[in-house]
Nanobody, 128 residues
Framework: QVQLVESGGGSVQPGGSLRLSCVAS????????MSWYRQVPGKEREFVAA????????YYADSVKGQFTVSRDNAKITAYLQMNSLKPGDTDVYYC?????????????????????WGQGTQVTVSS
């Protein structure tokens, strides 16, 4: 049984930082690209960032470039999302997702249909 379990969410003041983690189990982690999405209830899920399993290439939504960093540690079967300079607009539930596809653009990774597995989400709240 495949599981993706996110952690690291919480409440932070504007300008603060958080690092989200996504631990995978039940799949061959090194053959999946790992991505992060976020969603506010009532809105569509929004792509945030992706990292490939082949070369470790990274892709970001324009809205988070320079602010968020995606990474992975294959030995720990964990993907990370480092979020800096957080703003109230970054308040969302953040999800990790795993895709077996090998793609080459942020647009390609932004399509939810390519993902085989999703985590349950972790809440991030940015407010003063």
């Amino acid at each position: 049984q495949v599981q993706l379990v996110e952690s690291g969410g919480g409440s932070v003041q504007p300008g603060g930082s958080l690092r989200l983690s996504c631990v995978a189990s039940g799949l061959t982690f090194t053959t999946y690209a790992m991505s992060w999405y976020r969603q506010v209830p009532g809105k569509e899920r929004e792509f945030v960032a992706a990292i490939t399993w082949t070369s470790g290439s990274t892709y970001y939504a324009d809205s988070v470039k320079g602010q968020f960093t995606v990474s992975r540690d294959n030995a720990k079967i964990t993907a990370y999302l480092q979020m800096n300079s957080l703003k109230p607009g970054d308040t969302d539930v953040y999800y990790c997702a795993a895709s077996p596809s090998i793609l080459y653009s942020s647009f390609a990774y932004s399509r939810p249909g390519i993902y085989a597995y999703w985590g349950q989400g972790t809440q991030v709240t940015v407010s003063s």
